[in-house]
């Protein structure tokens, strides 16, 4: 059985298991809570030295970390994952383009506000955040207008990995009205099979 160390608030982990409920594979789920420096424990730095969720544990003990690189591994022989050598080098493409240019925006400016309360000393950092984040959230915007999911007109582990910062992108401050593509998309990840929703009670 797969255990997965995390956070379900947070959207590299909430991937993880969106992921792992839509292939219907039997995992574990261990919370770990970042605010209280659980990631921070010899425990947990024996599983993943750079003390971050999620970790995913295999069954022989072994340990994955980095979101994305989970992701790629529990959709590997899947319909997740494309055959196609190009499709899948897109997949990629564009898991890479949610960890670099756009999760350190969105999912940073949600951070300050969720977890942290939007604190006074953070004002300016959160907004700092605020022209990347929507120069990710245009790229995307742009790229969907002409398709329903990312990558070979199907859904993919591309479309879990965006989906899950950028449908909660307005607990940071990013509001995407202005964004029909982005919303039509969410809409249709969201009407996925085996789909649960980020917050609790989706998951109880």
């Given amino acids: 059985?797969?255990?997965?160390?995390?956070?379900?608030?947070?959207?590299?982990?909430?991937?993880?298991?969106?992921?792992?409920?839509?292939l219907g594979l039997v995992y574990e789920w261990q919370h770990v809570d970042i605010l209280r420096k659980e990631t921070r424990t010899p425990e947990f730095l024996a599983k993943n030295p750079n003390g971050k969720i999620p970790v995913l544990e295999l069954p022989g003990g072994e340990c994955l970390s980095e979101?994305?690189?989970?992701?790629?591994?529990?959709?590997?022989?899947s319909t997740l994952l494309p055959d196609d050598?190009?499709?899948?080098?897109?997949?990629?493409?564009?898991?890479?383009?949610?960890?670099?240019?756009?999760?350190?925006?969105?999912?940073t400016a949600r951070y300050i506000v969720r977890y942290l309360g939007r604190p006074a000393d953070q004002?300016?950092?959160?907004?700092?955040?605020m022209p990347g984040g929507h120069r990710a959230l245009a790229v995307m915007e742009q790229h969907l207008a002409t398709r329903n999911y990312f990558v070979g007109?199907?859904?993919?582990?591309?479309?879990?990995?965006?989906?899950?910062?950028?449908?909660?992108?307005?607990?940071g401050g990013f509001e995407l009205a202005h964004y029909p593509a982005i919303q039509r998309w969410l809409a249709l990840v969201a009407a996925q099979p085996g789909y649960r929703g980020m917050h609790a009670e989706a998951w109880t």
Avoid at 1 to 22: H, P, T, V, W
Avoid at 67 to 77: D, E, F, M, R, V
Avoid at 157 to 165: K, Q
Wanted: aromatic fraction near 14%.
């Fill in 67 to 77: 979101s994305n690189a989970i992701l790629h591994y529990l959709a590997q022989g």
């Fill in 153 to 171: 007109e199907r859904y993919s582990i591309a479309d879990i990995s965006l989906y899950a910062y950028t449908h909660v992108a307005h607990e």
């Fill in 123 to 129: 004002e300016q950092k959160l907004q700092d955040k």
């Fill in 85 to 107: 050598r190009l499709e899948h080098a897109q997949v990629l493409q564009w898991m890479f383009f949610e960890q670099y240019s756009h999760e350190p925006f969105i999912a």
């Fill in 1 to 22: 059985m797969y255990k997965i160390y995390g956070d379900i608030q947070s959207g590299n982990c909430f991937k993880l298991r969106l992921a792992l409920e839509q």
